[in-house]
């Protein structure tokens, strides 16, 4: 197991500047507004030689109780019970605060490795706050600056030890046992490690409170995310590896997802360009309802940008537990998503319900059914079989009396299906009839729901000398008595 460092601190003192800083990327939201980050978010850290785990963390607040600062609170200090080690982080310029005092003590108390780190130690005004560092009792104050790199060097050789020792421990605890019996052949009998696969990319998307958080949380078996009643909780697109039912899943919550026009706050931007990005690295996107209001105008925009994305989609309505008619509402539901979304027909329908857990079995089997469909491949043979039929069936049209023909089809990609068909006057193809063969495509090849891109092209479209002039050669002007072309 990884070692794990876990970032503790105030709210504002550079916490998030300071992960994205050792993981290399801008993984974490940074903003002068304190109370950015409110979720735990891991990454990757590479300092010199060293590779570890890092967590950032909430702004640590003296709240206590179950409001939203109180919630995000016990998550840090879960945080801290979970990690090797932590590295707390002051703000040098501002000095010790009464708040440092007191999370320096709760620190020294719940971690056996605790590193006080004075952020934003760069120039002279930040001595003073430096010195005040050693009141808190947890030893030299390590002089930082995120923003400018300035440290990372002395934290290099902090870290280097605690994680000698806990690679040492870690190898010591999983070595194998000394009376292994080994065959005639000098095989030991143990079976090889599978090579890890690649985890199934997922992202969980929809509005302001359907239920994101919970539904994650629901899935991991343990509350991993911060949830509640308020709006708008999930800031960054925090990303979760876990085997989900035997299936090795990196899942993202993203933040809840309004209208255009009613985006005004700087930060929020920011999370919904998180969760943007966070839909475009997916593989499946599943696009979480609210029973109660389902199929909003935020919804349909979302399910189309998945579908002009190419993504996987599955269209899950949370918080089933509250409807009482419940056949009847399917029937409804399915009824709008058929007429409001025809670009995904065929898409997997789930009803789940976050806070119990129920339909969570049936949710996972539709994520591994989309991405099946997704990365469905078609022969090249039964594609040509298909197009004469369909061409028969329904022949294309004939502009100016003279027939569109269809010559040749094969699929040129997956992730999703692309396919091209060659033709003649490819221009000249009606929308409609792109639509027809889409349609065809699916039902005959079993791919509904997932984006189909179907392109025309002519075979002259790779002639080089396509809308060239011809000329005649030098040579045989000179015979004919005609004067060169450059004359």
Not at 314 to 333: H, I, Y
Not at 374 to 385: D, E, F, H, M, S
């Amino acid at each position: 197991m990884s070692f794990t460092l876990a970032i503790v601190g105030r709210p504002n003192v550079g916490k998030s500047t300071l992960f994205n800083r050792l993981v290399g990327k801008r993984l974490a939201l940074v903003d002068d507004q304190p109370g950015v980050t409110r979720d735990l978010r891991e990454g990757q850290a590479r300092l010199g030689d060293l590779r570890f785990t890092v967590i950032d963390t909430a702004g640590l607040e003296e709240a206590t109780d179950e409001s939203l600062q109180g919630r995000m609170r016990k998550l840090t200090e879960r945080a801290v019970d979970m990690a090797d080690a932590c590295l707390f982080v002051i703000d040098a310029r501002a000095g010790v605060l009464p708040a440092d005092e007191v999370f320096a003590d709760i620190l020294r108390r719940r971690s056996a490795h605790v590193i006080l780190g004075a952020n934003k130690a760069e120039g002279t005004a930040a001595e003073a706050g430096v010195l005040e560092g050693y009141a808190l009792g947890l030893g030299e104050p390590l002089r930082l600056s995120a923003e400018h790199g300035e440290g990372m060097g002395e934290l290099h050789a902090i870290l280097m030890p605690l994680i000698e020792a806990a690679e040492a421990q870690a190898a010591e605890e999983e070595a194998p046992p000394t009376d292994i019996d080994v065959d005639e052949e000098g095989e030991t009998g143990l079976s090889h490690t599978p090579t890890a696969a690649r985890p199934l990319q997922v992202a969980v998307v929809g509005r302001p409170n359907a239920g994101k958080s919970t539904l994650i949380n629901a899935i991991l078996g343990e509350d991993r995310l911060l949830t509640g009643p308020e709006a708008g909780i999930t800031r960054d697109a925090i990303s979760l590896t876990l085997d989900w039912q035997g299936t090795p899943t990196r899942i993202f919550d993203t933040a809840g997802m309004r209208k255009k026009a009613k985006v005004q706050d700087k930060v929020e931007k920011l999370s919904v360009a998180d969760g943007l990005r966070a839909v475009k690295f997916a593989e499946v996107v599943v696009i979480l309802l609210d029973a109660q209001i389902p199929f909003e105008q935020q919804d349909l925009r979302l399910a189309d940008l998945a579908e002009r994305e190419g993504r996987a989609v599955v269209v899950a309505v949370n918080k089933w537990d509250l409807e009482t008619d419940r056949q009847g509402k399917l029937r409804e539901l399915k009824e709008e998503f058929a007429r409001l979304l025809p670009q995904l027909r065929g898409a997997p329908l789930v009803t789940v319900s976050a806070k119990t857990g129920r339909g969570l079995d049936r949710l996972h089997e539709a994520v591994l059914r989309a991405h099946d469909v997704w990365n469905r491949r078609v022969p090249t043979a039964k594609l040509n079989r298909w197009l004469a039929g369909m061409v028969e069936m329904h022949p294309p049209p004939a502009p100016g009396g003279r027939r569109i023909r269809l010559r040749y089809m094969t699929q040129v990609k997956t992730r999703p299906p692309g396919f091209v068909v060659m033709c003649s006057a490819p221009e000249k193809l009606a929308e409609s009839y792109r639509r027809y063969l889409v349609g065809g495509l699916r039902e005959d090849f079993d791919m509904p729901g997932t984006p189909i891109r179907l392109t025309f092209r002519s075979q002259s479209d790779k002639n080089p000398f396509k809308g060239r002039k011809k000329s005649t050669p030098s040579r045989l002007r000179k015979h004919l008595g005609k004067p060169p072309l450059d004359g």
